[in-house]
Nanobody
Framework: QVRLVESGGDLVQAGGSLRLSCAAS????????MGWYRQAPGKQRELVAH???????TYADSVKGRFTISRDNAKNTVYLQMASLKPEDTAVYYC???????????????WGQGTQVTVSS
């Protein structure tokens, strides 16, 4: 009933930029936190950045100063602007959101299908 659809992943050279987008759709009541996680081959999924409904943000130390998370509440969309990309940023990036639906006031976790970001050296 709720879907998260990511877009924007691509192959880019080191030092380049990309913008990821994630739109939530379906039977949405309200959205609390939205964020981005990533998983590189052979590694655990890790938090990249997180933004709550009030606008407060959190970043992984490895991306501070290079990545910026933002959201458009009217469009139920979260963005991740990535700059100064490094080969170690290569991973599948997953969108995450905490959402209540129109039929339940319980906050539930939803994930997108993932989008590949590859940074070549």
């Amino acid at each position: 009933q709720v879907r998260l659809v990511e877009s924007g992943g691509d192959l880019v050279q080191a030092g380049g930029s990309l913008r990821l987008s994630c739109a939530a759709s379906g039977s949405i009541g309200s959205i609390n936190a939205m964020g981005w996680y990533r998983q590189a081959p052979g590694k655990q999924r890790e938090l990249v950045a997180h933004i709550i409904s009030g606008g407060s943000t959190t970043y992984a130390d490895s991306v501070k100063g290079r990545f910026t998370i933002s959201r458009d509440n009217a469009k139920n969309t979260v963005y991740l602007q990535m700059a100064s990309l490094k080969p170690e940023d290569t991973a599948v990036y997953y969108c995450h959101a905490q959402i209540t639906t129109r039929s339940s006031v319980v906050l539930s976790n939803y994930w997108g299908q993932g989008t590949q970001v590859t940074v070549s050296s």
